[in-house]
């Protein structure tokens, strides 16, 4: 029986972002029903990344729980966003409000920020190549995904906080994917800056009437 081919780790990682840039973004367009799709298109490219580096346990268990966050967290947020779209006022509003705007968000990118801090940590182990092209495209992908979702999801102090530990981390141990990954956190970071002189502050696209 033939092994299943797994994509190498460089057109896993641009898969990824690929991904996360499509189903982060596509709801805002074609509406919440695509957004039951998310889960399954980030996390099963995630599974890629991970199988193109083929991780140790310990890693497998940090991705796992990642994904678990991942999963958790996007389905909380997309649950009571629905809630609040019918009850935008009242008690019912006001919770719904912080399932979707506090915990929903917070632990829907963690589990995001802990996935590809997992893919770093399995690099350790399969030190890997990434040519210019694909750099570049993690770059602009995951780089802009990171400033649009955590400024409109309210988690931008989140974001800035894992540009500081990502860029320490590839200062320590200088790996291609995990420089990679820090640079796109440092893009993602450089944006919100630059948004939050533009505005005075960070507020959300949808609250200057932008979705």
């Not at 889960?39 to 268990?61: F, I, K, M, N």
């Not at 019912?92 to 915990?103: P, T």
Request: charged letters at 10%.
């Amino acid at each position: 029986m033939n092994r299943l081919r797994v994509p190498d780790p460089k057109t896993s990682l641009v898969a990824f972002a690929a991904a996360v840039f499509v189903f982060h973004h596509l709801p805002v367009l074609a509406g919440d029903w695509v957004d039951l799709v998310t889960p399954l298109a980030v996390v099963g490219a995630a599974a890629l990344v991970l199988a193109s580096l083929e991780p140790s346990p310990v890693v497998v268990v940090v991705a796992l729980g990642a994904a678990v966050a991942y999963v958790d967290g996007h389905g909380i947020h997309l649950a009571a966003n629905s809630v609040d779209n019918l009850h935008p006022t009242g008690a019912v509003g006001d919770k719904a409000h912080f399932w979707d705007e506090r915990f929903g968000h917070f632990e829907w990118h963690a589990g995001w920020f802990a996935l590809l801090a997992a893919f770093c940590l399995a690099e350790a182990r399969r030190p890997t190549t990434i040519s210019s092209r694909a750099t570049v495209g993690v770059l602009v992908l995951l780089g802009f995904s990171l400033f649009t979702n955590t400024v409109e999801g309210g988690t931008w102090p989140l974001e800035l906080g894992a540009t500081a530990a990502f860029m320490a981390w590839a200062v320590a141990a200088s790996r291609p994917l995990l420089r990679v990954v820090a640079s796109s956190f440092a893009i993602g970071a450089t944006l919100i800056g630059i948004w939050a002189i533009w505005h005075g502050g960070v507020p959300q696209f949808s609250q200057l009437g932008w979705l």
